[in-house]
């Protein structure tokens, strides 16, 4: 008969909820803050509570905003469009190049409204590199371009902000390369930075601050609504009272126009090419482009310098065109400068695609008749100031 196997005394476990809890104090995070211990960890389980969020959100973010447009900006470099061929075949060797000014990356629709420009030749419109500005780039590209079409000389022309960049690569093309450099055409442009009033002056800069301070603002179309509707907060908020009063219609209106022409626009100049845009303002060596322009080089004609403005200053709401005008008259203009400042009736800022009739008229009835006199002159003529 088997043995049998001692019976085993089952032993009942004496439950206590008191050390329960003790343990978990024991073993918690922080049981040994003893010095506002309670207060330490509860910032620490907001701070884990908050954090997570945040870094969900900022996962999201990254992936979805900025990444994208960070692939597409790197594949992004200057073109040159052609828009109009010159009007006479004797002109076919000469080339007017447009530039656009701050926020703009294609010059081709302003190109496009300016036909008059094809009676000094070619005309052709620049769309930058939306990653950022690099004159010397450009300068090659025109160059090439140049060579490719039989092109022995350039008109460059940029609009607001599009004008210093107008003359660093006319200055570049001036003195590297065997292209003549005609004229620099400066449309509303501010020569340097006290020439920007101050109210765009301090959106430029605030955009500088996000971009600096946000990972990612560059590319961020996110962020970019953001600042872009702030930059207009004058014309939704009332400061008037003691306290921010907003027009829910015109903030509306703001977004909107921002997601038209800003966000969705395939067209509009990214964050970052903005950035550099404004750099080059703050950073202007464009006194000093006009001196070099100035500066005699071996069979090369000294290239004219052509300011267009409003004739009321006052219309210029973005740049002090009297300062600039100052500047240009005492660096271009003088017994031997070639300066011709012609002030149009009716516009604003650098608007040729608003008033294309009031543009494409004083191209023809000033601008056309000035080139033609100082390409033709063995001299360069004095400076004029003209008045349409």
Not at 147 to 159: I, T
Not at 223 to 247: G, K, N
Not at 367 to 377: G, K
């Amino acid at each position: 008969m088997p043995a049998l196997l001692p019976r085993h005394r089952t032993t009942v476990a004496d439950y206590s909820d008191e050390r329960r809890r003790a343990r978990l104090r024991q073993t918690r995070t922080g049981h040994h803050w003893v010095r506002f211990g309670r207060t330490r960890r509860v910032l620490v389980w907001l701070a884990v509570w908050v954090l997570v969020p945040v870094l969900c959100a900022g996962s999201v973010y990254w992936m979805h905003d900025v990444l994208p447009q960070q692939v597409r900006l790197a594949t992004t470099q200057p073109q040159i469009h052609p828009v109009y061929d010159a009007q006479r075949s004797s002109e076919r060797d000469t080339a007017v190049v447009e530039l656009v000014g701050l926020g703009h990356l294609d010059a081709t629709r302003t190109a496009i409204s300016l036909p008059t420009l094809s009676r000094i030749g070619q005309v052709w419109a620049v769309r930058y590199d939306n990653s950022g500005i690099d004159t010397k780039v450009i300068s090659n590209l025109i160059t090439t371009h140049a060579r490719d079409r039989d092109v022995g000389s350039v008109v460059v022309s940029g609009h607001s902000m599009g004008g210093v960049i107008a003359l660093e690569v006319a200055e570049h093309l001036y003195r590297d390369t065997d292209l003549a450099v005609d004229a620099v055409i400066l449309d509303c442009t501010p020569l340097d930075l006290h020439a920007v009033r101050a109210q765009s002056r301090d959106a430029g800069e605030d955009l500088l601050r996000w971009i600096g301070w946000i990972p990612g603002a560059r590319e961020s179309r996110v962020l970019r609504l953001f600042v872009e509707v702030a930059a207009r907060q004058h014309r939704f908020v009332d400061p008037s009272t003691w306290y921010p009063r907003i027009d829910p219609s015109e903030l509306r209106e703001v977004i909107g126009e921002v997601l038209r022409e800003k966000i969705l626009s395939r067209r509009a100049a990214s964050n970052g090419l903005i950035e550099s845009q404004f750099r080059v303002i703050v950073a202007s060596g464009a006194i000093d482009n006009l001196d070099a322009l100035a500066d005699p080089r071996e069979r090369k004609p000294r290239p004219a310098i052509v300011f267009l403005r409003p004739r009321v200053a006052a219309a210029d709401r973005v740049v002090d065109v009297d300062y600039s005008q100052r500047i240009l008259i005492d660096h271009s203009g003088g017994p031997e400068g070639t300066l011709l400042v012609v002030k149009l009736d009716g516009t604003g800022h650098a608007n040729p695609n608003q008033h294309p009739v009031t543009y494409n008229d004083a191209i023809a009835d000033r601008i056309v008749p000035f080139l033609r006199s100082t390409t033709d002159a063995q001299t360069p003529p004095s400076a004029a100031v003209g008045e349409p």
